[in-house]
């Protein structure tokens, strides 16, 4: 890519172009939903659109740049954050903006199909990341105004702490058939907030350092 160069879906236009973008994503994601990441033909996706196959082509490039654009415009219109007065409050309402999200049929299929390509996928990952970062840093000030009411430890690392609201659903989206309903996103929250007010995520701790993954 030269340099300066937008990156494929990366443009922001109006008027008739901004339509086609729109319909475009939208068959996107309705055949990622259906099929995964795998059958991600762009003709098709063309053909659902009713747009032009050299437009997607020339536009788009890849089904990973598809994606990439995708992600973005869904970073752009998800929900903003809401602000309740207390870090119980504004965890639930994270967890159950997740939880609506991906018990949506579709959205959490198309989800799902996102994050089997990003395993295989460099470019899927790297949109499925800046997706992710979008989000985590919407979120995180709650966490930060939190620490300033007292209700979390000094040094309280705002974006683990939001991370690990939306682990567990994801986690129970992907590996269970457990319903993704009101009681999970409830223990998953109040989950968060424990390990938040008992220093669980403060930066710089021996446990962390000093930690093993396993499954």
């Given at each position: 890519m030269v340099a300066g160069e937008a990156e494929p879906g990366t443009v922001r236009p109006g008027g008739r172009t901004a339509r086609v973008r729109a319909a475009v994503l939208q068959a996107a994601g309705d055949l990622?939903?259906?099929?995964g990441f795998g059958r991600l033909d762009?003709?098709?996706?063309?053909?659902?659109?009713?747009?032009?196959?050299?437009?997607?082509?020339?536009?788009?490039?890849?089904?990973?740049g598809l994606v990439a654009d995708l992600l973005a415009d869904m970073a752009e219109q998800s929900l903003p954050r809401t602000e309740t007065g207390s870090l119980?409050?504004?965890?639930?309402?994270n967890a159950d903006l997740v939880c609506r999200?991906?018990?949506?049929?579709?959205?959490?299929?198309?989800?799902?199909?996102?994050i089997a390509a990003a395993t295989a996928d460099p470019g899927t990952a790297e949109a499925l990341h800046r997706f992710y970062a979008i989000r985590v840093a919407e979120w995180a000030p709650c966490v930060r105004q939190a620490v300033d009411r007292g209700e979390l430890p000094a040094g309280t690392d705002?974006?683990?702490?939001?991370?690990?609201v939306s682990a567990p659903l994801y986690y129970r989206l992907?590996?269970?058939?457990?319903p993704l309903d009101e009681a999970a996103a409830a223990q998953a929250a109040q989950a968060a907030a424990a390990a938040a007010r008992a220093g669980a995520?403060?930066?710089?701790?021996p446990e962390s350092a000093g930690s093993n993954c396993s499954m």
């Open positions: 990622l939903a259906e099929s762009l003709a098709e996706v063309a053909r659902r659109a009713d747009v032009g196959k050299t437009t997607v082509y020339r536009r788009w490039g890849t089904p990973a119980d409050g504004d965890l639930r309402a999200t991906l018990a949506d049929p579709r959205q959490g299929a198309l989800f799902a199909a996102v705002p974006e683990e702490v939001i991370r690990a992907l590996t269970t058939a457990a995520f403060t930066r710089g701790t």
